[in-house]
């Protein structure tokens, strides 16, 4: 087991921030992590996670499943009032903009989730509710 793989919360960016993603880009079994800035729906303060990815093409995609819980992820409801956020994906640092993918594009990308991680599944089967896809693309530079 690699340092990477015990990483979890305020650890895995610490190490991920230090070492521009050398340390927490490549995670458990071989999933991708990005670090996920966003503003708080309440406080207006930053917070940042960990979060496990797949690309599509230039953008990213990423899963608020919180294991499944009956609620949304905190950081999702925070991009729902402020989907403008920053990202650092490896060394580099941008900003974003985030929405839900929907109807074909959020069944494909559903699938491509649970190759880089099985467990959304069933998590999935946990909850009554529709566990969001978000979509993430890049603001001009």
Avoid: C
């Avoid at 340092?3 to 979890?8: G, I, R």
């Amino acid at each position: 087991m690699s340092e990477a793989d015990t990483l979890f919360g305020d650890e895995h960016v610490r190490r991920y921030r230090e070492t521009g993603g050398k340390v927490g880009h490549v995670w458990r079994r071989g999933s991708t992590i990005l670090l996920l800035t966003t503003t708080g729906r309440t406080t207006g303060k930053k917070s940042t996670v960990p979060l496990i990815y797949v690309q599509d093409g230039p953008r990213y995609a990423i899963v608020a499943s919180k294991g499944g819980a009956p609620d949304h992820p905190g950081w999702y409801k925070n991009l729902e009032k402020h989907p403008e956020v920053e990202l650092q994906v490896k060394d580099e640092v941008f900003r974003a903009r985030a929405r839900n993918a929907q109807g074909e594009e959020r069944s494909r990308l559903w699938k491509k989730a649970n190759e880089a991680w099985p467990d959304y599944d069933a998590y999935a089967k946990r909850t009554a509710r529709e566990i969001p896809v978000v979509v993430l693309e890049r603001l001009g530079a």
